[in-house]
């Protein structure tokens, strides 16, 4: 049994063959020491010889040095930026500064005040409280975002018609999608006038379905 350890505390044990035992002890240790100090010598001198290569190598030195630069161009870039964000974050509190320390011209507190008074004279004869009408207000405002997400929902529909049209025909009857020379007289595009009604897409919508449905009777008769 002959065991070996590194640096790094690693112990490895290896059992000798039995061909071998009848050979000298002292002569087998002396091969064992001299092969192990001879691997470790040679991996030095790789790791020297590969030190100097990497070090003197103009292909490795120019990638070396593109790092470096590309890093410092980068950290530059990066305190620049934040120089930047410093210098409008200061200038901007100083405008803030400047604009609540600012005197307010007479006519403009005047006006405020006045302002103010209507409202409120307004608000008294009203018998109207504004905590109540906020309260009011918010449903209100509530049912108009519902309004407005309705209306694009409609125009969403009305814009991309001939799309959803031309889907549900092409998966009901995917024949129609092979080109024919009477196709062509079909495809025309009709633009969009945000000014004209819904009704008249509608109809419009009615005309391409009443041709669809004249092509698709001549599809199936042929």
Excluded at 22 to 32: A, I, Q, T, Y
Excluded at 108 to 126: G, P, T
Excluded at 142 to 156: H, N, P, S, T
């Amino acid at each position: 049994m002959i065991g070996v350890g590194d640096g790094g505390g690693l112990f490895r044990a290896f059992a000798e063959p039995d061909v071998s035992r009848d050979e000298s002890m002292v002569g087998r240790m002396d091969w064992f020491e001299e092969y192990v100090w001879r691997e470790t010598r040679k991996k030095k001198l790789f790791a020297s010889w590969q030190s100097d290569f990497l070090a003197n190598d103009p292909a490795v030195v120019a990638k070396k040095l593109a790092r470096k630069e590309e890093q410092v161009k980068r950290e530059a870039e990066e305190a620049r930026e934040r120089f930047r964000r410093e210098q409008e974050e200061r200038l901007r509190l100083q405008a803030e500064k400047r604009a609540r320390n600012a005197p307010i011209p007479k006519d403009v507190a005047w006006k405020s005040k006045q302002f103010d008074r209507m409202k409120e004279v307004l608000l008294s004869k009203k018998n109207l409280v504004p905590s109540e009408l906020e309260e009011k207000r918010v449903p209100l405002v509530a049912l108009q975002a519902e309004r407005e997400a309705r209306l694009r929902k409609v125009r969403d529909k009305i814009d991309h018609r001939n799309d959803y049209f031309l889907n549900a025909l092409s998966a009901k009857f995917p024949k129609l999608l092979e080109p024919r020379a009477e196709d062509l007289e079909f495809k025309e595009s009709i633009s969009v006038d945000r000014g004209k009604s819904v009704e008249y897409y509608v109809r419009k919508f009615d005309e391409i379905r009443c041709k669809a449905k004249e092509m698709l009777t001549n599809n199936l008769a042929s």
